[in-house]
């Protein structure tokens, strides 16, 4: 991974992170030995559980005393650095700004320590699915499929059918109505808006999340690389950025200023170019909603301030990479928070559910709402976060549902990876 901080070039080899930071920073060495040794506990107290976690809500009053004091006990490091804002963790571990930077750029948004500790830690040693991310989509519609469930792609809901205080089906676009219980990976604030009846337990779902925070909202270049053009040499990310960023709002950037991370991503057999998404945090609220016009309609200025950020960003990833990178590029397409939301309905483009700082971390939504039969899963809900997260909140979704048939999904889960079956 390369890591521009304003001019100056650092690299990070996968097995090597620490000796590397070392090299690279001779005269923090200590620091730097530190903020790994910190790391390196905080990830070995995450993953020192044995089962799927119990979500807080949840629990009752005493279980949750008791967790808090397990917690605080198994997990005494991420109890103290952890779960607090990156920013303050990192001014108090070490005074060089080009490290607390360095350490920042793996995922530059403000987060909690663990995010960066976690990221850290899993570098070189994750993986990604052989045929590329939408293998696990594809898989899931295969399991719906299997079950005799049918997938409508295109069909957007207007409205979610609700009568007595439950969800009875939904309603499309075309006014064709399905009827069942609702399960939303949309955001809540859109789904709630689409409830019809129920005001009273609409209103109340309102708003108990009207004061959170979401993520930070991305721009993302997309791009294809011709690497006959340009060898990549084992390279998987780049990343641009300057000193200080680690303290910065995302409302604070332009695009001539936002941190610019580049994944490059393992090609899958018989493609052509490599795939390559720069994730770059830019408000939704940018030049007037990114200059979108009265009823969400994006006309001409929309399209000419996405061309002329794209051309700054890649202006920006040249003078960095050199020309012939940029030359090697045989298609780029730019997407805003905006585009984000008009095709997955996440609020004003946010990329994680909830934003993951200090002050909001660790507030989950169940997947049971207020109203009968409507539920969510999704990044939205616990444990949130990312595809991983997202997957494991399908499970505690079905564990929910499944409780009021009387199964225990927990326990037939347990049984099921300790039989003689596998
Ligand atoms: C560019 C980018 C890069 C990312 N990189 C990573 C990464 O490296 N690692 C990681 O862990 N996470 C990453 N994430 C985050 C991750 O992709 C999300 O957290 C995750 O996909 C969210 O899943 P979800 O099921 O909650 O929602 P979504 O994937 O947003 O799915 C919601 C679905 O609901 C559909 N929908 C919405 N409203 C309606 C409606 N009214 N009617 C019908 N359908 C509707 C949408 O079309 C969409 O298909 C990235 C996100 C982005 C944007």
Redesign the pocket.
């Known amino acids: 991974m390369k890591c521009f901080i304003d001019e100056k070039e650092y690299d990070f080899e996968h097995g090597k992170v620490r000796e590397n930071f070392l090299k690279q920073f001779p005269k923090n060495q200590d620091d730097v030995n530190h903020i790994f040794d910190m790391m390196e506990t905080i990830n070995t107290e995450m993953f020192s559980g044995t089962e799927a976690p119990e979500p807080p809500y949840d629990m009752n009053f005493f279980q949750l005393i008791k967790f808090g004091m397990k917690a605080k006990k198994l997990r005494p490091m991420f109890m103290k650095y952890g779960n607090k804002d990156a920013y303050k963790v990192l001014d108090s571990f070490t005074n060089s700004e080009d490290l607390k930077t360095a350490i920042y750029s793996k995922s530059p948004y403000p987060m909690v320590f663990m995010s960066f500790a976690y990221q850290w830690g899993v570098y070189g040693k994750n993986y990604y699915p052989v045929n590329g991310?939408q293998a696990i989509?594809d898989a899931a519609v295969e399991g719906l499929r299997h079950l005799s469930g049918q997938l409508m792609l295109n069909?957007?809901?207007?409205e979610i059918l609700v009568k007595d205080g439950q969800a009875y089906g939904?309603k499309?676009?075309d006014g064709s109505e399905y009827y069942g219980a609702v399960i939303?990976?949309?955001?809540p604030q859109?789904?709630y808006a689409?409830v019809t009846d129920a005001a009273a337990e609409k209103e109340k779902m309102i708003k108990a999340i009207s004061k959170r925070k979401i993520f930070e909202p991305?721009a993302?270049l997309?791009m294809s690389l011709d690497e006959n053009k340009y060898d990549l040499d084992h390279l998987e990310g780049i990343s641009i950025l300057s000193k200080k960023d680690y303290r910065m709002r995302t409302e604070e950037y332009t695009p001539d200023t936002a941190p610019i991370v580049i994944?490059i991503y393992p090609k899958r057999e018989g493609d052509e170019f490599r795939a390559l998404?720069a994730?770059v945090p830019i408000s939704y609220e940018y030049h007037n909603n990114w200059e979108t016009e009265a009823g969400r309609k994006r006309g001409e200025k929309y399209k000419m301030l996405k061309k002329e950020v794209e051309d700054i960003l890649l202006n920006r990833i040249g003078k960095h990479m050199g020309r012939d990178f940029i030359d090697a590029v045989s298609y780029h397409e730019l997407?805003s928070p905006v585009t984000?939301e008009r095709?997955?309905?996440?609020k004003s483009g946010s990329?994680?559910?909830w934003s993951a700082i200090q002050s909001e971390y660790g507030k989950y939504l169940k997947q049971r709402t207020n109203i009968k039969d409507l539920y969510l899963?999704?990044?939205?809900v616990f444990p949130?976060?990312?595809?991983?997260?997202?997957m494991a909140?399908g499970y505690y979704l079905a564990k929910e549902i499944l409780k009021g048939e009387g199964i225990d999904l927990k326990k037939d889960f347990t049984e099921y990876f300790t039989s003689d079956r596998l």
């Open positions: 991310m989509p069909t957007e809901v207007t939904v499309t676009q939303s990976n949309a955001s859109y789904t689409w991305v993302a997309f994944n998404v994730l997407s984000y095709y997955t309905y996440s990329f994680m559910g899963v999704g990044q939205w949130g976060f990312g595809v991983a997260g997202v909140s």
